[in-house]
């Protein structure tokens, strides 16, 4: 997938991606090795500003901005969420503010992963996804900053 791909590209490519994987034992698999691909956050980025709350995993997300560009970094104590957030990563980080806003989570649905994913796992990944839209919300009203207050998520 090109750094340069579209949401609704990215969207459809992991679409395909699960569409070739058998069973749910496949998908959660590969899930998982996405998660461990993921890079990880620095110790100094896991702090409870940028903890996502409503997650049983301990789940961190940061945001910085580059010009109209928002990028995410992300971080997880459990494996299969981390190949959650690798998912997110790929649909919504690099964006600019109003295309993220604009686009809704619904190709997760497509996947299946809300029937598959545990109540609390499903839970976190409904709030990992307001994270990432009030990210793009404080973007679109802030002042020019590189990094994102979390505390103006709240």
């Not at 949401?7 to 569409?19: D, N, T």
């Not at 070739?20 to 959660?28: A, K, S």
């Not at 993921?38 to 301990?58: A, I, N, T």
């Not at 981390?82 to 996947?111: K, N, Q």
Request: net charge neutral; glycine share 6%.
């Amino acid at each position: 997938m090109s750094a340069t791909a579209t949401i609704e590209e990215a969207r459809q490519a992991i679409v395909e991606e699960f569409s070739i994987l058998g069973d749910w034992m496949q998908r959660y698999e590969y899930i998982i090795e996405l998660g461990r691909a993921l890079p990880g956050l620095p110790e100094k980025l896991r702090v409870d500003s940028h903890r996502v709350q409503g997650c049983q995993s301990r789940v961190w997300f940061y945001a910085t901005r580059d010009r109209d560009l928002i990028h995410y970094r992300a971080d997880s104590d459990a494996m299969i969420v981390r190949g959650l957030i690798a998912l997110l990563l790929r649909v919504y980080s690099g964006r600019r503010a109003e295309d993220i806003l604009a686009t809704s989570p619904a190709f997760l649905e497509v996947l299946g992963l809300g029937s598959h994913l545990s109540g609390s796992r499903a839970n976190g990944l409904h709030a990992m996804v307001k994270r990432i839209h009030a990210f793009a919300h404080a973007h679109a009203t802030a002042t020019e900053t590189a990094e994102i207050d979390p505390r103006a998520l709240a």
